[in-house]
C-alpha cells in the first residue's frame, strides 16, 4: 500500500500542475470577460450620451428657427404699427409687438442655456470616446495575448495529460477509481497529508485508530469528514508541495 499511496502523490502532482494551468486560463480570461462587461456598460453610456446631445441639438434648432420665424413676425408688427392710425388698435398691435418681443427674450435665455448644455455634452462624449476607444484597444490586445497563451499552454496541457494518464495506469485501478472521484472536492486535492492529527485538506482531526493506520500504511485510510487519502510524506517517502 506504501507504494499506491508514493504513486498516489506523484500523479496528485500531475494533476495539481494541470490543474494550476487551466485555472490560470480561465482566470484570465474571467477577468477579460469583467473588463467587457464595464467597457459594454461604458459603451451604453456613451450611446446615451450621443442621443442626448442629438435631442439637444436638434432642440437648439428649433429655437433658432422660433426665433428667426419670431423676428420675422416682430418686423411685419413694427411696419403694421406704424402705419396704424386708430388708437385702440395702435394699442393692441404694440402689445402684440411686446409679447413676440418678450417670447424672442424667453427663447433666446432658453437657447443660450441649452448651447451651454450641448457643448459641456460634446466635451463629455469626446471625453468618453476617447477612454472607450482606449479601453478597446487595450481589451483586443489583451485578448490577442490570452488568445495565445492558451494555445501554447493547451499544448503542454496535453504533453502532461498523456504523461499524466500513462502513469496512472501504473496505479491499482480500485484505488484510481476512489482518487479520481475525490479530485471533485473544491481544491481538485484528493490526498491530503497528515499533520499530527490533523487532514490538511479540512484541518479536521482524525481518529488515533485512523493515524495508527495512515502510519502502518496497510490500507487506504480516508479522512472521515472530507474523504482525502490521507498519508504522512515521512512515511511514504513523498511530499505533494
Request: proline share 1%.
Amino acid at each position: 500500500m506504501n507504494d499506491e499511496l508514493i504513486k498516489l502523490v506523484t500523479l496528485q502532482k500531475f494533476d495539481k500542475e494541470i490543474n494550476d494551468i487551466n485555472k490560470h486560463i480561465k482566470n484570465s480570461s474571467g477577468k477579460l470577460e469583467e473588463d467587457k462587461k464595464r467597457l459594454m456598460k461604458a459603451k451604453e453610456q456613451l450611446d446615451w450620451k450621443i442621443n442626448e446631445l442629438r435631442a439637444r441639438k436638434l432642440d437648439s434648432e428649433k429655437i433658432e428657427s422660433f426665433i428667426a420665424s419670431s423676428e420675422e413676425t416682430y418686423k411685419s408688427y413694427n411696419y403694421q404699427l406704424m402705419a396704424l392710425k386708430d388708437e385702440k388698435a395702435y394699442d393692441t398691435m404694440k402689445t402684440q409687438l411686446e409679447n413676440t418681443r418678450a417670447e424672442i427674450n424667453e427663447k433666446e435665455n432658453t437657447g443660450i442655456e441649452l448651447l451651454n448644455t450641448i457643448e459641456e455634452l460634446d466635451k463629455t462624449v469626446t471625453l468618453y470616446t476617447e477612454k472607450i476607444n482606449a479601453e478597446d484597444e487595450r481589451i483586443k490586445g489583451l485578448q490577442e495575448e490570452i488568445d495565445l497563451e492558451a494555445d501554447v499552454r493547451a499544448e503542454e496541457v496535453s504533453e502532461k495529460q498523456n504523461k499524466r494518464d500513462e502513469y496512472a495506469k501504473m496505479i491499482d485501478a480500485k484505488v484510481l477509481v476512489q482518487y479520481e472521484k475525490l479530485l471533485g472536492l473544491p481544491d481538485s486535492r484528493a490526498i491530503a497529508e497528515l499533520d499530527g492529527r490533523s487532514c490538511t485538506g479540512c484541518y479536521s482531526e482524525a481518529t488515533l485508530e485512523d493515524v495508527e493506520n495512515v502510519k502502518l500504511q496497510t490500507k487506504i485510510v480516508n479522512c472521515n469528514v472530507c474523504g482525502r487519502i490521507l498519508y504522512i510524506p515521512s512515511v511514504a517517502g513523498q511530499s505533494d508541495n
